[in-house]
């Protein structure tokens, strides 16, 4: 027997119907619905790629500036079973319809961001090779290979078509119980910290280390984002504002025994599970058309800039910071700098990010944020992009 959600918030959401193999089809298309539905995506997506900004300057904080732990980054470690799961599950979410045709028709997924992957780890590893951005000795040209193949800076580019095509490879193998395989990925989704002793290794000072860990930690969010619209729905649907501040209280104490009492493996993926859970009940009831709701659905819509540029740009002040004498300043008041400067910093770095990536759409040179044609296939013309969006169909997990 199929069932039915006639879902009926400020979110819009069409009528989500579960199909066989965890597939969702939206029974209602209308311009209103899914403009509404559209918001709360860029909105989610947007407040996720504010919070990786704010973690990455508090990071820089902590390894540079505070030697103990500062304000945001408190506030980062404790919004991190958020952060990652919820943006893999949109991801997810919004595969559903790509996972349906064949696989070369969607090489944008696969190919088209191994290669974004590949460009920009290369050219953000390449500092490594001058001498007035790095202190180190010269890197091995081994190493910077091996950095092309595992997960490393931009790892969740890299994440995004293996986590693709392993879904597609479920969803063939397993069929109609394909949900099923959320049991043994929620396992190793729990038991992933265990890898690290083995991984960390693999690339050495001054490369980053191999994101593994994240990866086997992250795919359980997008496999759940394939299989989870209704459900998803079916959450925002049912708000309440006690079940809102019940289920965050909740949060905030689950995460006060993991970290008080080192639970991590067995309690920060339901901690990740409640999180996407407040989040439902959160996104249901806000304002999409305030200004703070638009300036969020903006960012969720061009995400991919961000995404690469905030790292480096993040770099950049930190060898401006050094060449300029600024480093004494900020650690003669280490507390203040780690409590100030993330929230202070995180708005301009995402602008100059989001006006780069405008820029580099209208130069000769797009092919830096967009893989070229002979790799991913001829592109849809923009008004098709848009009627697809119309019609509900999930067509980007990272909008460009």
Known sequence: MVRKFRLRNRCGYATMTPIRGGRVSTGDNSGSAVKERLSWIDFSKGLCMVLVVLYHLSLWMETEVHSGPG?????????????????FFISGYLSVSALRRPLGS??????????VYVLWT?????RRWLPFLSADAE??????LLSLVLPTSFWYLYALPVFFLATKFLLRMLGNRSAYALIPLAVMSALSPLVQPYTQGLLTEPFDAAKIPSVL????????GVHGAALWASFSRRRSYGVLGLSAALYVA????????RLELLLETVLSGLALFVTAQ???????????GRGLRRIGSQTLPVYIFHIVLISALSAVVKLTGLMPLLQSS??????????????????????AGSLIKRSPFPWLLDAPSFLVGARKPKEDDRRAKAAGSPNAGLNR
């Open 122 to 126: 290369a050219l953000f590893l390449l």
């Open 106 to 115: 969607s090489r944008s997924r696969t190919l088209g961001l191994y290669y």
């Open 139 to 144: 890197p091995e040209v081994g190493q910077l």
């Open 217 to 224: 930690a992250n795919f359980l969010w997008f496999y759940l």
């Open 334 to 355: 280490p507390g203040m700098a780690a409590a100030v400067v993330p929230p202070l910093l995180a708005l301009p770095v995402i602008l100059l990010c989001l006006s």
């Open 282 to 292: 959160l996104v249901s009831r806000i304002n999409m058309d305030s200004r703070a």
């Open 71 to 87: 304000l945001w980054w408190v506030i980062s470690d404790a919004l991190n079973p958020l952060r990652m799961p919820l943006f």
């Open 254 to 261: 689950i995460y006060a025994v993991m970290t008080a009492f």
